[in-house]
């Protein structure tokens, strides 16, 4: 059954992408593709995010006799009282909180890798309500600071994300630009505010960011701490 709570079905959504569902759940997801919008834009997202990784590895063919090496171990008898892994609760069935924080991880290797100017601050930023649930990623180095939504995280209707920095010691914050619907905000030019041990913060505003432009006018919703790769 297709959840609707939005973090459930993101998380089922990029376990999708994947390809780690049985294949049941995978059947279910390709027939619910066509008529379920949302779901098609959870998978659509992710395919953007992650597909990116297969670009990483060349391509290796296996060895000639690894199938069959695979079906002996299979075809073992198990121990007595011994469960096989793949007969007990798959252990990829991620918590939302905890896919959140694996996609997260590779994102960050997606910047460290495919970035000729490797960063040097990343930033994971969550719910102070759900701190074991990031939901964007900042990255920080010369070729100035990205930061991108990992858990598909959208403002409510009407409403705009805006990013902000707070110095080190500071209690004034600084607006460094409103985050594009498609959750990913580049930034050339780096403000002094964003260094280590500064604090990236996101609040709510109007589509046109905040009408204070040395304070949010929303409530902020994401926040955290930039730290040194």
Same mark, same amino acid.
């Given at each position: 059954? +297709? ?15 994947? %390809? ?7 059947? =279910? ?16 997202? $992710? ?21 069959? #090496?695979? =079906? ?8 007595? &009282?011994?469960?096989?892994? $793949?007969?007990?609760?798959?252990? $990829? ?62 403002? *409510? ?6 990013? $902000?920095?707070?110095? *080190? ?6 607006? +460094? %630009?409103?985050?594009? =619907? ?14 280590? &041990?500064?604090?990236?913060? +996101?609040?709510? =505003? ?8 040395? #304070? ?14």
């Amino acid at each position: 059954m +297709i959840p609707e709570d939005h973090e459930e079905l993101n998380a089922l959504a990029g376990e999708y992408v994947l %390809g780690v569902l049985e294949p049941a759940q995978q059947r =279910e997801v390709q027939a619910a593709l066509a008529s379920n919008a949302t779901l098609r834009d959870a998978v659509a997202f $992710w395919e953007e995010q992650l597909h990116p990784l297969s670009s990483l590895a060349a391509p290796v063919d296996p060895p000639a006799d690894l199938w069959n #090496k695979i =079906e002996a171990r299979l075809d073992q008898t198990p121990q007595a &009282g011994v469960t096989r892994w $793949w007969n007990q609760p798959a252990p $990829w069935r991620w918590a939302t909180g905890g896919f959140a924080a694996v996609a997260a991880a590779l994102l960050l290797y997606i910047a460290l890798g495919g970035s000729p100017a490797a960063p040097n601050y990343v930033v994971m930023l969550h719910s102070p309500q759900q701190q074991d649930q990031t939901s964007f990623v900042a990255t920080v180095g010369r070729d100035g600071l990205t930061i991108r939504t990992v858990a598909a995280a959208r403002p *409510p209707a009407g409403r705009a994300y805006e990013l $902000w920095a707070i110095a *080190p010691g500071a209690s004034t914050p600084q607006a +460094i %630009g409103v985050i594009p =619907e498609n959750g990913v905000l580049r930034v050339a030019s780096l403000p002094p505010d964003v260094r280590l &041990g500064a604090t990236l913060a +996101i609040s709510v =505003e109007p589509p046109g960011g905040s009408p204070d432009q040395h #304070k949010p006018s929303g409530p902020v919703v994401f926040v955290g701490a930039v730290e040194s790769l």
